[in-house]
């Protein structure tokens, strides 16, 4: 098998804090400022006063808006991570060229597109990229609300929306089928926010692994820890050649 290896950049060295970065937002300011809308949920559920009752409610649905924004900043974190890093490798491996532009306007798609014609590989070969196309999907449904990105996530995790009882005889058109719930009735449990938070991470870890296997003088100390990765690892990614 021969090691997938791309042309390294100054845009590789960039990101070797991005995933320290996603991490430290999700450990140290969501779940956070989470803990301290259930505190005050709790603290009003056990109150006796007949108006806590309704700051109560006011305050789930509080908490129900707050982590459908920090859904929403974790993909916008990655989706500038991305886009920074693929300006980087334009930039340093075709100047001259309008690629930057065209990066900063591309939709998800297009963004992988460039992903494959700078680094020679496709996004969606790095393990990772299953959750990150289904964080592509729930940013945008945060964002906008109902719509395709809504209803493909909907398809794709059914799990991110309370189950909801079956309408009675006579309503809804049976005929055309459920429809999908409503954007704004996700609720998204810290655990799905970690989820995506690490596959951001692995990515980065992931494209931090084939930058130290393109390194052609590799110091000792590199080359020790090569070997540890490589036993670590459960994914090499492989050359044009061999990959097929």
Not at 150 to 166: F, G, N, Q, T
Not at 173 to 199: D, S
Request: net charge negative; hydrophobic share 40%; charged share 25%.
């Amino acid at each position: 098998m021969t090691t997938f290896r791309w042309k390294n950049c100054f845009a590789d060295v960039l990101t070797s804090k991005h995933d320290l970065t996603i991490h430290s937002y999700l450990d140290d300011v969501v779940v956070p400022a989470l803990a301290t809308l259930d505190a005050k949920i709790a603290e009003l559920g056990a109150s006796a006063s007949p108006g806590d009752q309704f700051a109560q409610a006011d305050m789930e649905a509080m908490k129900s808006e707050a982590i459908l924004a920090f859904g929403l900043s974790i993909q916008s974190i990655w989706e500038r991570q991305i886009r920074s890093y693929l300006r980087g490798c334009a930039n340093e491996l075709r100047p001259g060229e309008p690629i930057a532009d065209k990066i900063d306007k591309a939709n998800w798609k297009d963004l992988q597109k460039w992903f494959r014609r700078l680094r020679g590989i496709n996004l969606d070969e790095f393990p990772s990229f299953p959750l990150i196309d289904i964080l592509q999907h729930l940013g945008n449904a945060c964002r906008h609300g109902d719509g395709d990105s809504a209803i493909e996530l909907h398809r794709r995790r059914p799990d991110l929306w309370p189950v909801m009882p079956p309408m009675p005889p006579g309503f809804g058109e049976p005929q055309a089928g459920p429809a999908p719930p409503p954007a704004g009735a996700m609720v998204i449990p810290v655990a799905a926010l970690r989820e995506f938070v690490t596959a951001i991470a692995a990515f980065w870890r992931d494209a931090e692994y084939i930058y130290n296997e393109s390194i052609e003088r590799k110091h000792e100390n590199l080359e020790a820890h090569l070997v540890k990765q490589r036993a670590e690892r459960s994914w090499f990614p492989q050359a044009r050649s061999e990959a097929g």
